[in-house]
Each structure stands twice: as C-alpha cells, then as structure tokens.
C-alpha cells in the first residue's frame, strides 16, 4: 500500500506562485506514474499534469505554461510549481500514485490552494 501526503497549499494573489509536493511511501518510487489533480468545491475532480517513471510530462490545457511538474526519486516526491495563478485555480489538488503493474489508484488528501482576485 502507497501512502501520499501532499503539501504545501496555501493562500494567494492571483499572478502569484506556489509549489506543490506530495511524499511518497514505499521503495520502488522511481516506478510509480504520478499525477496532479484537482477538485473546487461543488465541481468534478479533474486531472492537472502527469509525470511517468521514464519522464515524460503531460499537462492540463488549462495549465500548460504555467504549470511545472517534477519528481525527486530520491526523496519520494513529486512536486507541482505553480505560477500566474488565476482565481479559477482555486480548489484542493491532490497527488495520484499509479504503482508499476499495480491495478490500484493511490490518492493523498489534498491540501488547499486559494486565488484571491
């Protein structure tokens, strides 16, 4: 089992910037498909950006450009830097693990990232 535990939301302007990470358990990190999503209240969860064990990237059109997102394999994290964020920004994202061969989805919490206008 994958245990996530994502960090760093918070309060902002919109223009401004903040960076995301979410710490991963478990040995074989480096295998896992990661990803961003994220859910505003009242609203469907919806993926962000997409980091795979072998690199490659893919983002949300809604993101692309401002949005970065990145792995450290030897800290278990992934990371999520976010910049000219936009009130419609606003929702809890949360961090998705997808273990090599396994068939489970693994998801933290979610932490709170709010654009004020």
């Known amino acids: 089992q994958v245990q996530l535990v994502e960090s760093g939301g918070g309060l902002v302007q919109a223009g401004g910037s903040l960076r995301l990470s979410c710490t991963a358990s478990?040995?074989?990190?480096?295998?896992?498909?990661m990803g961003w999503y994220r859910q505003a209240p009242g609203k469907e969860r919806v993926w962000v950006a997409s980091i795979y064990s072998g690199g490659s990237i893919y983002y949300a059109d809604s993101v692309k450009g401002r949005f970065t997102i990145s792995r450290d394999n030897a800290k278990n994290t992934v990371y999520l830097q976010m910049n000219s964020l936009k009130p419609e920004d606003t929702a809890s994202y949360l961090c998705k693990a997808v273990p090599l061969g396994d068939t489970i989805d693994y998801w933290g919490q979610g932490t709170q990232v709010t654009v004020s206008s």
């Open positions: 478990g040995r074989t990190f480096s295998t896992y498909r």
